[in-house]
């Protein structure tokens, strides 16, 4: 994908234009907020003249482009989950499935982290955004992985205990460690990625 003359072309074919105005209003408001972003300027950035009428063919208000935004972000979210490797990926070795899939979750939420703060930034704006957010971030996630914990534990892979749990407290902590990290610039208690996440697999499998 390329910029010529302003309007984003991929493939030498010029986006749709609803695409266009979402790129740009996405940038627009990561980059400046929601209250610091005027139509004007996503007419701009989606290489559309101002006063046109291309803008409110296929958006009513700011508003309603701030929640295709996020809605958008949340579907690619949702459509790049991955819950990690299985057991037969690595032979049995529990050990190595988790460090695999704590280190792309960590990878996964620091890629998220222009949604999450400008979800949190826009919160009484976003309305039903913000719980499909919550549904599919928080929810789905736990939800998904309690349900490989518990056939790990019919296997016996793992000790037997509330699989939920266990999922919504290993989710916890790879969001706080990621969260920590980012906001002060370094991990939380100086501990390295590599111990927080033998740690965790500690707690699942035991020492």
């Known amino acids: 994908m390329s910029l010529?003359?302003?309007?984003?072309?991929?493939?030498?074919?010029?986006?749709?234009?609803?695409?266009?105005i979402l790129d740009g209003a996405w940038r627009?408001?990561?980059?400046?907020?929601?209250?610091?972003t005027t139509?004007?300027?996503?007419?701009?950035?989606?290489s559309l003249a101002a006063g046109s009428g291309s803008f409110y063919r296929h958006f009513r208000s700011k508003e309603d482009v701030l929640h295709a935004v996020v809605d958008r972000e949340v579907?690619?979210?949702?459509?790049?989950?991955?819950?990690?490797?299985?057991?037969?990926?690595?032979?049995?070795?529990v050990r190595v499935a988790l460090a695999m899939e704590f280190q792309q979750r960590?990878?996964?939420?620091?890629?998220?982290?222009?949604?999450?703060r400008l979800v949190q930034q826009e919160r009484e704006h976003?309305?039903?955004?913000?719980?499909?957010?919550?549904?599919?971030?928080?929810?789905?996630?736990?939800t998904v992985r309690s349900e490989r914990f518990a056939a790990w534990m019919e296997?016996?892979?793992?000790p037997k205990r509330d699989p939920e749990a266990l999922a919504t407290v290993l989710m916890c902590a790879l969001v706080g460690y990621r969260m920590s990290s980012d906001y002060f610039d370094r991990?939380?208690?100086?501990?390295?990625e590599e111990a927080f996440i033998t740690t965790l697999i500690d707690l699942v499998v035991g020492p």
């Open 187 to 192: 991990p939380p208690g100086d501990t390295s």
């Open 39 to 46: 139509i004007t300027q996503i007419e701009a950035a989606a």
């Open 28 to 36: 627009l408001f990561v980059e400046q907020g929601f209250a610091g």
């Open 75 to 93: 579907e690619r979210v949702d459509a790049e989950r991955n819950v990690g490797p299985e057991l037969s990926d690595t032979g049995g070795d």
């Open 126 to 142: 976003l309305g039903g955004s913000r719980d499909y957010l919550g549904d599919l971030l928080v929810d789905r996630n736990v």
């Open 155 to 158: 296997r016996g892979a793992i």
């Open 106 to 116: 960590l990878r996964n939420l620091q890629r998220l982290d222009p949604l999450v």
């Open 4 to 20: 010529v003359d302003g309007g984003l072309v991929e493939g030498g074919m010029a986006a749709p234009t609803r695409e266009r």
